[in-house]
Nanobody, 115 residues
Framework: QVQLVESGGGWVQPGGSLRLSCAAS????????MGWYRQAPGKQRELVAT???????NHADSVKGRFTITRDNGKNTVYLQMNSLKPEDTAVYYC?????????WGQGTQVTVSS
């Protein structure tokens, strides 16, 4: 059974930082492309960042220079370090695992940026 468990969301003031974590089980983590997506109210889910098995990363233009995706294969965990947060970053953040077979999603974690 595949599980992706996100943590680290919460409320933060503009300019603040948060670190999201996603612990994976039930997949060969080191071979999976991992990603973070987000969905704001009334909007479609959008890509935030991905990291492949070779640690090549891709970040959306809206978060470049502020967010960083990393992975720890020893802990089967992917992280999203979010700095200089803006109110427009408010969304539910979802972890994604893309394997050779299919795509898996976590349950999401809320990030709220407001003063």
């Amino acid at each position: 059974q595949v599980q992706l468990v996100e943590s680290g969301g919460g409320w933060v003031q503009p300019g603040g930082s948060l670190r999201l974590s996603c612990a994976a089980s039930g997949i060969v983590f080191r071979l999976a492309t991992m990603g973070w997506y987000r969905q704001a109210p009334g909007k479609q889910r959008e890509l935030v960042a991905t990291i492949n098995s070779g640690t090549i990363t891709n970040h959306a233009d809206s978060v470049k220079g502020r967010f960083t995706i990393t992975r720890d294969n020893g802990k089967n965990t992917v992280y999203l370090q979010m700095n200089s947060l803006k109110p427009e970053d408010t969304a539910v953040y979802y972890c994604n695992a893309q394997t050779s077979c299919r795509s898996y999603w976590g349950q999401g974690t809320q990030v709220t940026v407001s003063s």
